[in-house]
C-alpha cells in the first residue's frame, strides 16, 4: 500500500509540476524498443538501434544473478500503420553466440489527437542454453493505449504471455515528456528528458518453469520457515494476481533528426517475490544509440 500511495502522490507532483512540451519526432516506438520517445506517425520509416543494459529484468523479475546484456532492434513502418520488428540479445558471460532472438508484427492507431495505441504479437526464440528468467515465455500479445493529457502522458497495458508457462500482466506508467528550447551544438539538435513511474501487476508462473528449467541456480531465502520441497511448491502462489513492481525512471536523451542517444536510470522495488527468487531494490542503467530513416 505504502508504494501504491507514493505512484499516486508521484503523479500529483507531475500534474502539478506540468509545462507545455512538444511531442518527439521519432520513430513509432514499440513497448519492445528499448528507447523511450512514444508516438504515432503516419509515416514510412526504417530504425536500427543498439543498446546496453546492466541487468536483465522482465516484468519486474531478474534472475539469480546479474545479466548484463546487449540487445540490436531493426523496425519498419509502414503508412498503414502496421509494423514489422526483429531483435536479438546478447548476454555478456554467456555461452551462446546470441541467447534471444525475437520477431513481431502489430499495428498502430490513433483514434484522437490525444488517444492512441497499437496491439502486437511477439515471438520469442531463446537458445537452449540461455539463462535469462524470461527464457520460460515463447509468445507475447501486447495491447497498449496511451492517453496524451498534454501536462501528463498516461499509458495501459495488456500483455498475455505464452508457451512453457502462462502470464497476464497489467503494465501501468505516468510520463512527462520535456524538451529543451536550447541547442547544445547547433539548431539540429536538443536535449528530452522523459520521467516516469510505472506499476507492474500480473502472474509469475514463468518463475515456478524457469526454476524447474534450470535447477540449482535459485538461492533460497533463509527468512522462509516452511519446508522447502522443490519449485513445484510455488506453483499456488505464482499463479496469483498481484502487484509485481514499482519503478521510477529518468531518461535523458540527445535528439538529432535522424539519430538518438540515450541514458537512462530505472530504480525498480519489486513486490511480492516468491522465496525461490531474492529480487530486491535494484539500480538499472541502460544506454541506447537508434537511426531512423525516412
Not at 528468467?133 to 496511451?146: E, V
Request: aromatic share 18%.
Amino acid at each position: 500500500m505504502k508504494y501504491i500511495c507514493t505512484l499516486f502522490f508521484l503523479i500529483i507532483y507531475f500534474n502539478a509540476g506540468a509545462g507545455t512540451y512538444k511531442h518527439p519526432i521519432f520513430i513509432n516506438r514499440l513497448t519492445q524498443i528499448t528507447a523511450d520517445t512514444d508516438t504515432v506517425a503516419r509515416k514510412r520509416s526504417a530504425s536500427v538501434g543498439i543498446s546496453y543494459g546492466s541487468d536483465a529484468s522482465f516484468f519486474g523479475r531478474t534472475g539469480p544473478v546479474k545479466y548484463p546484456f546487449l540487445n540490436t532492434d531493426v523496425i519498419y513502418n509502414a503508412k498503414s500503420g502496421i509494423f514489422l520488428y526483429g531483435s536479438a540479445y546478447k548476454v555478456l558471460g554467456s555461452t551462446p553466440t546470441i541467447d534471444e532472438i525475437d520477431l513481431g508484427v502489430g499495428y498502430l492507431y490513433r483514434l484522437s489527437s490525444k488517444f492512441s495505441g497499437n496491439i502486437s504479437y511477439t515471438r520469442f526464440l531463446f537458445d537452449r542454453n540461455a539463462l535469462i528468467i524470461k527464457s520460460a515465455s515463447s509468445n507475447d500479445i501486447n495491447f497498449k493505449n496511451t492517453y496524451d493529457w498534454k501536462f501528463l502522458k498516461t499509458s495501459v497495458i495488456l500483455d498475455y504471455l505464452f508457451g512453457e508457462s502462462s502470464d497476464f500482466f497489467v503494465t501501468i506508467n505516468a510520463s512527462k515528456y520535456i524538451e529543451t528550447d536550447w541547442s547544445v551544438f547547433d539548431d539540429k539538435d536538443y536535449l528530452s528528458f522523459t520521467p516516469s513511474i510505472s506499476v507492474i501487476l500480473g502472474t509469475q508462473n514463468f518463475v515456478q518453469k524457469y526454476s524447474t528449467n534450470h535447477p540449482g541456480r535459485f538461492d533460497f531465502d533463509d527468512k522462509i520457515t516452511y519446508p522447502l520441497v522443490g519449485p513445484e511448491q510455488y506453483a499456488g502462489d505464482n499463479s496469483n494476481f498481484n502487484a509485481l513492481n514499482y519503478s521510477f525512471k529518468i531518461p535523458i536523451a540527445y535528439n538529432r533528426p535522424h539519430y538518438t542517444v540515450e541514458f537512462a536510470y530505472k530504480y525498480s522495488i519489486p513486490v511480492n517475490v516468491e522465496g525461490i527468487l531474492k529480487n530486491h531494490r535494484e539500480s538499472f542503467l541502460n544506454l541506447t544509440f537508434y537511426y531512423v530513416f525516412y
